[in-house]
């Protein structure tokens, strides 16, 4: 199955300064911490929003009941390559579908995208 989603950067940078706890809600320390140290901070944070969904929508699960959008986590390799950690009830899916995500996201003005594949001969990613 395979996820795609788009991200308006400044509508994610709303949602954020409008609601107090969102920046919890929806990432990870882990996401918030690498975020922070990269020159275009808004731009990072929406697509890690954008591939949260596009992970959700290859799961087939969208955010249904007992998801969290800190089930899936969009962690980077120190080469820069991002990838996917799953938890809770996205870990759960993965592994009922038995497969690992594939994932890629870009970002450019005010947009941010991302893609899902998920990958049915791959372990899923599981959370340490």
Known sequence: MVGIDIVQVSRLRRLLDEHA???????TET????CAGRRNRDAHLAARFAAKEAVLKALGTGLGPGM???????VNSPLGRPSVRLSGA??????????GVALSLSHTGDY????AVLDRGAAACVST
């Not at 996401?31 to 690498?34: D, K, Q, V």
């Open 68 to 74: 969290r959008w800190t089930d899936v986590e969009i």
């Open 31 to 34: 996401e918030r911490a690498y």
């Open 112 to 115: 941010a995208i991302a893609s």
């Open 90 to 99: 996205a870990l759960a899916a993965a592994r009922r579908l038995g497969g």
């Open 21 to 27: 706890t969102a920046d919890a809600d929806i990432f």
